[in-house]
């Protein structure tokens, strides 16, 4: 089976940071766009960073300028640096896999790993 595990998140005060990690197994996803989403009670699934399989970045604007996204294909793994954290930062963050257009939307990934608690203090 495809499995995608997300790790790093945890408890951190406003200003901080975190590296988050995602390892896939199953399947080599070199050739796949990967992105992070993050969701809150209540709220729909929201778009943070995505890396195209050449390497590109793209990013929420909420996020832009604080996260870096980047990959290690050797590793099957994609990373999320965060910086300068917010409380409005707090979520699950889920990593994603997928063929489609490269874009934002959810319906465009079709794996995703189970999630990682991010909160923030203020």
């Known amino acids: 089976q495809v499995q995608m595990v997300e790790s790093g998140g945890g408890l951190v005060q406003a200003g901080g940071s975190l590296r988050l990690s995602c390892a896939a197994s199953g399947r080599a996803f070199s050739n796949y766009n990967l992105a992070w989403f993050r969701q809150t009670p209540g709220k729909e699934r929201e778009f943070v960073a995505l890396i195209s399989w050449t390497g590109g970045n793209t990013y929420a604007d909420s996020v832009k300028g604080r996260f870096t996204i980047s990959r290690d294909n050797a590793k099957n793994t994609v990373y999320l640096e965060m910086n300068s954290l917010k409380p409005e930062d707090t979520a699950t963050y889920y990593c994603?896999?997928?063929?489609?257009?490269?874009?934002?939307?959810?319906?465009?990934?079709?794996?995703w790993g189970q999630g990682t608690q991010v909160t923030v203090s203020s």
């Open positions: 994603a896999a997928g063929r489609s257009y490269i874009g934002t939307s959810t319906t465009q990934y079709d794996y």
